[in-house]
């Protein structure tokens, strides 16, 4: 289920980004970090599952193809269980389109499109979690 409560992320929240690219990664922590998040990198499902059990991350981005004994994609099944925080919003960052994963998935997603990332897509899909924009300036 999606969230349709607004809030703006405490400052210093956590943000999960589960992404094998180091590249992709440095371009998720750089939009988070504009919504006032701390980034965690996990480059493995295992890795994953673990700092989101340990952290209790405010919000998980996750490629589902990550490698590792537990695939991104058992990690995207767990997260989104009730033996995991299920009510952690979660976003697909994924080459697959939104109608494949769905399918795959069995339930609505919040997508980011590989590989043309940008920040104003970035946005609507953190609007659709349920976080407004957070800016420093704005703050002070």
């Known amino acids: 289920?999606?969230?349709?409560?607004?809030?703006?992320?405490q400052?210093?929240?956590?943000?999960l980004i589960g992404e094998a690219d180091q590249f992709m990664f440095l371009l998720l922590r750089r939009f988070v970090?504009?919504?006032g998040f701390i980034a965690l990198?996990?480059?493995?499902?295992?890795?994953?599952?673990?700092?989101?059990?340990?952290?209790?991350?405010?919000?998980i981005i996750i490629e589902p193809e990550l490698p590792g004994s537990i695939r991104?994609?058992?990690?995207?099944?767990?997260?989104?269980?009730?033996?995991?925080?299920?009510?952690?919003?979660l976003v697909i960052c994924?080459?697959?389109?939104?109608?494949?994963?769905q399918n795959l998935l069995a339930?609505?997603?919040?997508?980011?499109q590989k590989p043309d990332l940008h920040f104003e897509d970035f946005q609507l899909v953190m609007q659709k979690a349920g976080f407004d924009y957070y800016s420093e300036i704005e703050a002070e």
């Not at 289920?1 to 992320?9: G, S, V």
């Not at 400052?11 to 943000?15: D, G, K, S, T, V």
């Not at 996990?42 to 673990?50: I, K």
């Not at 339930?107 to 980011?112: A, F, G, R, Y």
């Open 72 to 89: 991104g994609w058992e990690a995207v099944q767990e997260i989104k269980s009730d033996r995991l925080d299920g009510n952690t919003p």
């Open 107 to 112: 339930q609505p997603i919040l997508l980011l």
């Open 41 to 59: 990198h996990a480059q493995t499902g295992d890795s994953v599952l673990n700092l989101a059990k340990q952290e209790k991350p405010a919000l």
């Open 11 to 15: 400052r210093n929240q956590l943000c």
């Open 33 to 35: 970090e504009k919504f």
């Open 94 to 101: 994924s080459w697959r389109s939104e109608t494949e994963l």
């Open 1 to 9: 289920m999606i969230n349709t409560e607004k809030h703006l992320p």
